[in-house]
């Protein structure tokens, strides 16, 4: 199985779901049919593409490739696969077949694929997979899932990039609308190929070396009934080390971002300006939070000691909406 150098990147164990049995019924009945006519030793070459771009786009970003290879390093059916098998397809089947299973790898395919990451068009191959006809035909469903998928979240996120330009940072926080656990795991991972920065998944981070942020919850927010919930109130600056007082500065703040947002001070909530300024103090630097728990417009917001940057709090996109990639 060549792969023109892959496999030298160091890369995580394969997904324990991601396995032979993880395919349509009928590739495996269309392997008993092919093995009983005698097509064991039969060649095939397969090309793995897709007729239209997702979004009504004008291009694909290329996603999945290092998954598919793991999986076809790793294809075996194990002893648990094989009982299964036996004890759901039907009994007319000859027991051979299921020894000639056990002992089927994908060591004689090779493949040939774009670089994964790479911009593609409808009709041009993706894979290029040829060997015995047989193991081919059972590794068509499994490479369509680790690649329509991929691909879909690397494109999604891409042409977020591309509407937002190099300069905003972009951040993936899909995981509780996901499609269950491996659903989050894989749009965490390809949102980030596709062009994001980070994401709030924190599993996805560990396993793909993608940089975690986040910011907090609502209920963060309402937890804080007032200023008087504040404990701490001062902050030393970042540079000398001189201790401010917090609430003093960030009061005379909303003050005058009232005056240009045309909104009264009584308006915004103390509870949230509380909480937003204990948030602050416990993470003086990268601060990033949300200010639409009441109203944005007369929210509050909080200078930072450091230097002259104000970091106003914003809810970054959530992807949630997954859409088949059309094959």
Known sequence: MEDNGYRKRKKMKQNGVVRPLLTDLYQITMAYAYWKSGKKKDHAVFDLFFRQNPFQGEFTIFAGLEESLKFLENFQYSDSDIIYLRETLPSSIEPEFFDYLKNLTANEVTVYAIEEGSVVFPRVPLLRVEGPLIICQLLETTLLTLINFASL?????????????????????????????????????????????????????????????????????????????LHIKTLCHRVTREEHD????????????????????????????????????????????LVDTYDVKSGSDVKSNGGSTKFHGSRNSEQHMHWPLQR
């Open 153 to 229: 979240m690397a494109t999604n996120a891409a042409r977020y990039r591309i509407a937002a330009g190099k300069q905003v940072s972009l951040l993936e926080f899909g995981l509780r609308r996901a499609q269950g656990p491996d659903g989050g795991l894989s749009a965490s991972r390809y949102a980030y190929v596709g062009g994001f920065d980070g994401t709030s998944n924190v599993l996805a981070g560990k396993l793909f070396n993608i940089p975690v942020r986040g910011t907090h919850a609502h209920s963060y927010i309402t937890s804080f009934t007032g200023t008087n919930d």
């Open 246 to 289: 917090m609430l003093s500065l960030c009061q005379q703040w909303r003050i005058e971002l009232a005056k240009h947002l045309e909104t009264l001070t009584e308006e915004a909530s103390d509870g949230e300006l509380a909480a937003l300024i204990a948030f602050a103090i416990a993470f003086p630097d990268g601060f990033m939070v």
